[in-house]
């Protein structure tokens, strides 16, 4: 497993993959990996000769008060869990490397209607920051598919929206959420629940998994079922930022075909998101 830090040598390696008719998945993730990410690089390892995992915290994607500066980076550990996993190449860059020019004036991508609803709303500027660095490294490695996980659904629906509307020739795999045994969503911010906190955690699954009995069982009163599962949400010491039952291929109103249940709650200091895919 090659690990590199500059442009100039990841190119290197992506050029003599090129001449070897080989192709090429790009897994990128912020480090700190759990087994969320873990199964992102055996998806590309079954899709791609070739397999990149980036390593990148990237300031842009933080708004103001939020967790840059603290959030965990375990370089070592990812390494050496990449290791095992027979990756091809890490590309671990500086802030410097990625942004040459400085973030203040820095060009940035938008994916408009996509990136200032829910989890936009909140975090404003966070989703531009995320288009903007993945437009980036879809630039440096221009692989032929790139692997990104289903937990960040709007995430995911930004990046195949900018994929498509920039012409990228890059096929966007999603893949299911990984979860603790009591359904509880992989993530690097877990870490920050108390032990009180974590048990109580795994309610935001449940009651994802409760709207969507709800519309299995033939329920259409969306706006009552996320009011519910709101309220039941604060009544068990969340802070819901929004609970929405929306279209599945653009988070727009529901309508026939299927749907996503999404949610984003702050239980203590940690914000916790999770959605539901509801098949029909």
Known sequence: MQCVSKI????????????????IVLVPTMGNLHDGHLALVLKAQEVADRTIVSIFVNPTQFVQGEDYES?????????DKLSG?????????????????????????TVPELDNIFCGA??????????????????????????FGEKD????????????????PIKIIGVPTIREEDGLALSSRNGYLSANERNKA?????????????????????????????????????????????????LGKPAAGDLVVLTAAWLGKTRLI??????R
């Open 202 to 250: 795994t309610l935001l699954y449940k009651t994802l998994v409760s709207i969507s009995d709800a519309v299995d069982a033939g329920k259409h009163d969306f706006i009552e079922l996320e009011m519910r599962a709101t309220e039941n949400l604060k009544n068990a010491g969340f802070k819901p930022e929004y609970v929405k039952i929306c279209n599945a291929d653009n």
């Open 85 to 109: 996993l027979r990756t091809d190449l890490v590309f671990h860059p500086e802030v410097e490397e990625i942004y040459p020019g400085g973030l203040q004036g820095q060009t940035c991508v």
């Open 8 to 23: 100039t040598a990841l190119r290197e390696h992506v050029t003599e993959w090129r001449n070897a008719g080989q192709s």
């Open 274 to 279: 999770d959605n539901v895919i509801i098949r």
């Open 71 to 79: 959030y965990p980076r375990t370089l070592d550990e990812d390494i």
């Open 122 to 147: 909140f975090r404003p500027g966070h989703f531009s920051g995320v288009a903007t660095v993945v437009t980036k490294l879809f630039n440096m490695v221009e692989p032929d598919i790139a692997i």
């Open 153 to 168: 659904y709007q995430q995911l629906l930004v990046i195949r929206r900018l994929a498509t509307d920039l012409c990228f």
